[in-house]
């Protein structure tokens, strides 16, 4: 019988991170199309607003290539499931797996695991704010009533990745919790100028 083979934590973080295979970028792409296509589909927002990058994805992953004005609601409906499908399974399963097997890596070293998956996963791949006006209010978006998001998620995956590969190519880790801490101090402390 075959042993479970660990691998060293920083081929897991590689497989999270690294490329245009990384299982996050992945799970952030699928999520960002859903809630872009969503908009089209949901509030009636014109495709050609929706952005050029979830459409393509969108035609290209889930349509086989079809444009998305000229394909049936036959083949919509099936594109939407199968997209669905990606976020709610599998690019969200891959990422909890290798998450999990990064805990148990980390606590062999001692170090914190990631105790809230969901919420490292979702400010990795789908972390916003929504725009306030001047009194603190929601802004909507005129004429169609979804809230104005702005996504900064891929900039948290940049940017927490850029310390993790510092604190790798040193050959020293930490927790996920203190990398995301890091993160946002430095954020909090650059100026623009």
Excluded: H
């Excluded at 393509?56 to 000229?70: N, Q, T, V």
């Excluded at 709610?88 to 606590?107: I, P, W």
Aim: net charge positive; aromatic share 12%; charged share 35%.
């Amino acid at each position: 019988m075959a042993e479970n083979i660990k691998r060293p934590i920083k081929v897991i973080l590689e497989e999270l991170f690294s490329g245009n295979e990384a299982a996050l970028l992945k799970y952030a792409k699928v999520r960002k199309t859903q809630y872009e296509m969503g908009l089209w589909r949901d509030y009636n927002l014109p495709l050609s607003e929706v952005d050029g990058s979830a459409k393509r994805y969108f035609s290209k992953g889930f349509l086989s290539g079809k444009s998305i004005s000229g394909a049936s609601s036959e083949d919509l409906k099936n594109a939407f499931t199968r997209l669905n499908y990606a976020v709610n399974n599998g690019c969200k399963k891959r990422c909890e797996k290798l998450v999990r097997e990064l805990n148990e890596a980390l606590e062999e070293k001692g170090i914190k695991p990631v105790k809230e998956i969901d919420n490292f996963l979702d400010w990795l791949t789908f972390s916003y704010f929504v725009k306030k006006d001047y009194f603190g209010k929601e802004v909507m978006e005129p004429g169609y009533g979804f809230e104005i998001r702005i996504f900064e998620s891929d900039r948290n995956r940049e940017e927490f990745w850029k310390e993790l590969k510092m604190l790798l190519n040193s050959g020293r880790i930490a927790s996920m919790q203190d990398i995301e801490r890091i993160v946002l101090y430095r954020r909090q402390q650059s100026v623009k100028l």
